[in-house]
């Protein structure tokens, strides 16, 4: 199933009940200024009492979210997620130190 709109994503994410799942697939992630390679990075909006944001790190909780973009912390590490309208994505991870990894790919509704 596509997207229905980033409103829907958003939706979703702010949603405590998490009536629908999120799913974003990365294909590429770009590592502070070396050249950018291929990845599998994803995250989805799991079920559950409050908004989270699951990644192969752990869950993230969603601290700020605005219509096209949610900020989420947690596993030593803060997430910025960037949607547009089609469900195009990207995400960046800041870690201490600092340190930035960025990653583009799509999102889209699951039923």
């Known amino acids: 199933m596509g997207l229905r709109g980033l409103g829907a ?5 702010a949603s ?6 999120i799913s974003c697939l990365f294909d590429t992630e770009c590592f502070e200024n070396e050249v950018c390679a291929e990845s599998e990075f994803y995250l ?3 079920d559950g009492e409050r908004p989270l944001l699951g990644t192969i790190f752990g869950n993230m909780d ?3 979210q605005t219509d ?6 947690g596993e030593g590490m803060q997430m910025l997620l960037s949607l547009n309208e089609e469900g195009v994505a990207r995400a960046s991870v800041h870690l201490p ?3 930035v990894t960025t990653y583009l ?3 889209e509704v699951v039923e």
């Open 62 to 64: 969603v601290l700020y």
């Open 68 to 73: 096209s973009s949610v900020l989420a912390e």
């Open 105 to 107: 790919g799509q999102c």
């Open 9 to 13: 994503i958003l939706a979703l994410v």
């Open 97 to 99: 130190g600092p340190m």
């Open 16 to 21: 405590p009940a998490g009536a629908a799942q």
């Open 44 to 46: 989805e909006v799991p």
